[in-house]
């Protein structure tokens, strides 16, 4: 089954404890992108890939790291979780073939809590 | 100014009633246009593309404006599932960066 995975689904942390939420997909997708969604401001980019080892800011990438070492997997990294930080995010993935346009796949969603 | 603005609603039609939601976007060069749906605490679907020539999927019509740089779905004889927000996305011209409208949320009553 075509697929976007993300884990964890829940996660509650402290200020300052690095965390990793993971992204997968199993579509061969070149295209990857994280957002958060909060209430009221719908749903930002915070990065996303166009191809391995090629990475770029979206609208809200400060505090976030990303990696993209292969294809299917595009880890969202926060080295020191702040409360403004607790929100829902959203991993996605595109096809960037052909002419488009280019529909995105969403994960299930990580419900992040920073206390 | 927003660079994707919807009306956030809340619309609450009666079943079977006609409902038209409005989005514009700031940026000319913009190239691709989508709505998506959203449940609650759900992932968002890509409901249809947009095309320059307007479309239509059964109950659902998109249609596009350049020249207002405004984005439009028409929904026709509603369902109860059809209650959801749904969300303006439009592409940048280079197709990387992705701007989400904050969603209209639209509730379908008996």
């Known amino acids: 089954e075509a697929q976007v995975t993300q884990n964890p689904r829940y996660l509650i942390t402290v200020t300052g404890k690095k965390l990793t939420v993971t992204c997968s997909q199993n579509?061969?997708?070149?295209?990857m992108s994280w957002y958060r969604q909060d209430p009221g401001l719908g749903l930002r980019q915070i990065y996303y890939?166009?191809?391995?080892?090629?990475?770029d800011k979206g609208d809200v990438p400060e505090g976030y790291k990303v990696s993209r070492k292969e294809k299917r997997n595009f880890p969202l990294i926060l080295e020191s979780p702040s409360p403004n930080q607790t929100s829902l995010y959203f991993c996605?993935?595109?096809?960037?073939?052909?002419?488009?346009?280019?529909?995105?796949?969403f994960g299930p969603g990580t419900r992040l809590t920073v206390t | 100014r927003k660079e994707v603005e919807q009306d956030p609603g809340p619309f609450n039609v009666p079943e079977g009633a006609t409902v038209a939601f409005n989005c514009t976007y700031s940026?000319?060069?913009?190239?691709?246009f989508f709505w998506y749906r959203q449940d609650c605490r759900k992932e968002p679907k890509l409901l249809m593309s947009?095309?320059?020539s307007g479309n239509e999927d059964g109950r659902f019509t998109a249609q596009l404006n350049r020249a207002s740089q405004y984005i439009s779905l028409l929904i026709r004889d509603s369902k109860l599932s059809d209650s959801a927000t749904y969300l303006c996305?439009?592409?940048?011209?280079?197709?990387?960066?992705?701007?989400f409208g904050s969603g209209t949320r639209l509730s379908i009553r008996p």
């Open positions: 940026n000319s060069a913009s190239q691709s």
């Open positions: 996305v439009v592409n940048d011209s280079s197709a990387s960066k992705i701007i």
């Open positions: 890939s166009m191809n391995v080892e090629v990475t």
């Open positions: 947009v095309y320059s």
């Open positions: 579509m061969n997708h070149e295209y």
């Open positions: 996605a993935s595109s096809s960037r073939t052909g002419t488009g346009p280019y529909e995105q796949y």
